[in-house]
T-cell receptor, first 113, second 112 residues
Framework: AQSVAQPEDQVNVAEGNPLTVKCTYSVSGNPYLFWYVQYPNRGLQFLLKYITGDNLVKGSYGFEAEFNKSQTSFHLKKPSALVSDSALYFCAVRWHNNNDMRFGAGTRLTVKP | NAGVTQTPKFRVLKTGQSMTLLCAQDMNHEYMYWYRQDPGMGLRLIHYSVGEGTTAKGEVPDGYNVSRLKKQNFLLGLESAAPSQTSVYFC???????????FGQGTRLTVV
């Protein structure tokens, strides 16, 4: 069965430092990969996606993610973190031949001033 | 520009009571989803629909029923609520050609 894992419950970084939030997925066919962000008491907001093509995708608010097929990973990155980036981040996967979409458990990012 | 709207936003139920959560989208999307969000477990898929009149089970369908009588609406029903169904419920939709989903603001349900 398709699945996605976020190995870190919590990531702490200092403002201005680079950040990485990790995501891996189970191997089965060709995946669509997504990152969403959730602020307190809000729904999820789409950040970026990988469908095909260039392995490095750029999204909203300066975030980017790199698709690595050999490592089945799709880590979220940002060169310089902001305090306002503090939120809950979810990785999601959907396979081309499947209509449902599965999410990881989420990673809470805290950026300290 | 409403997007995905969930009704109600908050609800407290007693064990054994029933209720229906409504999700409405105004983007003419084909696909609609219901998730529940619990601490440390992320979002788990309950049921989804690939079009009007169709529904399918997700990861955690037990205790829930759904209906998609109109393209724009996706209803989630709890026939006999249990404390284990205390959660935050999110609805999402996406177009047939598009890939990313759009989410509602969530419904916080407490079953006592």
């Amino acid at each position: 069965a398709q699945s996605v894992a976020q190995p870190e419950d919590q990531v702490n970084v200092a403002e201005g430092n680079p950040l990485t939030v990790k995501c891996t997925y189970s191997v089965s066919g060709n995946p669509y990969l997504f990152w969403y962000v959730q602020y307190p008491n809000r729904g999820l907001q789409f950040l970026l996606k990988y469908i095909t093509g260039d392995n490095l995708v750029k999204g909203s608010y300066g975030f980017e993610a790199e698709f690595n097929k050999s490592q089945t990973s799709f880590h979220l990155k940002k060169p310089s973190a902001l305090v306002s980036d503090s939120a809950l981040y979810f990785c999601a996967v959907r396979w081309h031949n499947n209509n449902d979409m599965r999410f990881g458990a989420g990673t809470r990012l805290t950026v300290k001033p | 520009n409403a997007g995905v709207t969930q009704t109600p936003k908050f609800r407290v139920l007693k064990t054994g009571q029933s209720m229906t959560l409504l999700c409405a989208q105004d983007m003419n999307h084909e696909y609609m989803y219901w998730y529940r969000q619990d601490p440390g477990m992320g979002l788990r898929l309950i049921h989804y629909s690939v079009g009007e009149g169709t529904t399918a089970k997700g990861e955690v369908p037990d205790g829930y029923n759904v209906s998609r009588l109109k393209k724009q609406n996706f209803l989630l029903g709890l026939e006999s609520a249990a404390p284990s169904q205390t959660s935050v419920y999110f609805c999402a939709s996406r177009s047939h050609r598009g890939t990313e989903a759009f989410f509602g603001q969530g419904t916080r349900l407490t079953v006592v």
